[in-house]
């Protein structure tokens, strides 16, 4: 391993390591709920997961939380599996499901009912939160709490055989109304819900609640770090009493917490995903702009850039929202070396060059890395008729302009130094093109010094057509989630079609799924769904300049 991140969980590894804890093994999971498509918190969470396991030696278990049986289905199923394996987290024979536990889960309860610490509750939900008190106000004892723990599994047994509808009776722990936990006060251990399960189709009508179930399969499992986030802290008494109550084990499952990843931006609660998917605000859960898996990975972001983030943000133990700045640093950072550099123009400005024969084009050879031509290159088309971009030219520039305007040269990028001799203009006065002349010596005289700097171009009469789509932060504000609805502060440009883009030449047989620079215009990914083949669709990825520094 060639990065050995430090950190809170690794110390608390090696310490259980250096104990002599669980036979020294190190064994986590990664477990969703397939009730939605995974988002970068949960890239966070698997790289943490797997990632610690690799670093011990251990292992790491993909279990799909699916004991909720209203909200979840195959597709997520399936799309979180392919997440998982594209962010590298390889969980070898280890693929569980929860719902595969719901016999054992089930023989729990009934032990926990013979041994007086769990019993039937045949209030409505409303009068038993009313009755669980607060931080200031002790809670209220059930009337049948006392119940005796024949007449408990009775009942328990009948909530299995579908006798009773949603709702008439749960099963509770009896733990202590007045524990300084509310957690612990007599928490729901089982509900009714005669609901359709994804994979135990009508098998059960009884559920366990997620506090109950998931120590267990943990425990099932031989889970020795359960790693969740800090909203479960609280919930961590739960988990211990479940345990101490149904054990031994070996190993004894332990829940650390560490804080869930915000970013800025952006939502990431899988409720608000789905709003944004079912409105149509997105075009789907693999939406470019989207932070889900899907998404990123269709707006071009890789796994290592996502790892390498993860790194750079290391694992806290205090929530705070992250600088999406770092996470696009690090997206920069890894296509800037592995994404070639090519021309296009997005916004394209006619520019005729007077002093060039009309019927004259120039094959100029350049390099693919300009700082590393012996890795290759293209060829590329110059001529008489060319396009810059709209933005780099000013009729009356302000005094630190570094692009092109009447009497300023410019450098071609890879090409000839140009001056700007003459604004061509529309019917209304606007500005329609230009008409440049250029330096003949200027194409062996790369050192040559322009006021103008250097453009991106490409030559109209060979450039291709095809749809680029711009990508921008999908909110306006950095913390849509502070606001009371956050579809009200969605970017109206989040997504803009450069409708006029044209490309170079050799960019029409970019293969779909590969990454480009546009030259000083970002990083564009040719996409793997909309693409064809010599007809590429373009998604930027990001553009260029970073607003957050190493
Ligand atoms: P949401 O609240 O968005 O619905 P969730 O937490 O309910 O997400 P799960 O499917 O239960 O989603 O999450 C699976 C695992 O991913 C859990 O262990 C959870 O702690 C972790 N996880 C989810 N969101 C984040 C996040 N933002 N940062 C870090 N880990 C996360
Ligand atoms: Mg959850
Ligand atoms: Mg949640």
């Not at 140009?418 to 200027?442: F, Q, T, W």
């Amino acid at each position: 391993e060639a990065s050995r991140p430090q950190n809170f969980l690794t110390e608390i590894v090696e310490r259980d390591l250096a104990a002599g804890l669980d036979g020294g093994q190190v064994v986590t999971r990664f477990p969703p709920e397939p009730n939605g498509y995974l988002h970068i918190g949960h890239a966070k969470s698997i790289l943490l997961n797997f990632g610690l396991a690799r670093q011990y030696g251990g292992r790491t278990h993909l279990r799909f939380d699916d004991t909720n049986p209203t909200k979840e289905e195959v597709e997520y199923v399936e799309s979180i599996e392919a997440d998982v394996r594209w962010l590298g987290g390889d969980w070898g024979e280890h693929l569980h499901f929860a719902s595969d536990y719901f016999e054992r889960m089930y023989a729990c309860a009934e032990r926990l009912i013979l041994e007086g610490k769990a019993f039937v509750d045949t209030q409505s939900q409303e009068e038993i939160r009313e009755q669980r008190g607060s931080f200031e106000r002790p809670g209220v004892e059930s009337p049948f709490r006392n119940r005796p723990a024949a007449e408990s599994l009775d009942l328990f047994r009948r909530m299995r055989a579908g006798e009773f509808p949603d709702g008439a009776c749960v099963l509770r722990a009896r733990i202590d109304m007045a524990h300084e936990n509310v957690l612990l006060r007599d928490p729901l251990l089982y509900r009714i819900r005669h609901a359709h399960h994804h994979r135990t189709g009508d098998a059960w009508c009884i559920y366990p609640m997620y506090d109950y179930a998931h120590p267990l399969e943990d425990a099932f499992e031989g889970v020795t770090h359960s790693i969740c986030t800090l909203e479960f802290e609280s919930n961590r008494a739960l988990y211990d009493w479940v345990l101490d109550n149904l054990g031994p084990w070996s190993p004894r499952p332990r829940q650390y917490e560490f804080a869930r990843l915000a970013l800025g931006y952006t939502v990431m609660s899988k409720r608000k995903l789905l709003r944004l998917v079912e409105e149509g605000r997105v075009a789907g859960w693999d939406d470019p702009r989207m932070p889900t898996l899907a998404g990123l990975r269709r707006r071009g972001v890789t796994p290592e850039a996502l790892r390498d983030f993860a790194e750079l943000i290391g694992v806290a133990k205090n929530n705070s929202v992250v600088d999406i700045g770092k996470f696009e640093f690090a997206i920069r950072g890894d296509l800037e070396a592995r994404a070639p550099r090519a021309l296009a123009v997005l916004n394209p400005l006619p520019v005729t060059i007077t002093t060039w024969p009309a019927d004259r084009v120039e094959s100029l050879e350049l390099p693919w890395w300009p700082l590393e031509p012996a890795r290759g290159g293209r060829q590329v088309p110059f001529g008489r008729e060319l396009l810059v971009e709209r933005e780099d030219f000013s009729e009356d520039p302000p005094a630190d302009w570094k692009r092109l305007a009447p009497g300023r040269e410019v450098r071609l990028a890879g090409g000839y130094v140009v001056k700007c001799d003459e604004v061509v203009r529309g019917a209304g006065g606007e500005v329609i093109g230009l008409r440049c002349s250029h330096d003949p010596a200027s194409l062996a005289d790369a050192g040559r010094k322009v006021a103008g700097g250097t453009l991106n171009w490409v030559h109209a009469p060979s450039a291709v057509a095809a749809p680029v789509r711009l990508y921008d932060r999908l909110f306006t504000v950095e913390q849509p989630d502070a606001v009371e609805d956050f579809l009200t502060v969605l970017n109206p440009d989040s997504l803009r079609v450069a409708a006029g883009a044209r490309l170079e030449p050799a960019l029409a047989a970019a293969e779909p799924g590969s990454r480009w620079q546009f030259l000083r215009q970002g990083y564009f990914f040719a996409d793997p769904v909309e693409s064809r083949p010599g007809a590429p669709v373009w998604n930027r990825t990001i553009t260029l300049k970073d607003t957050w520094a190493a």
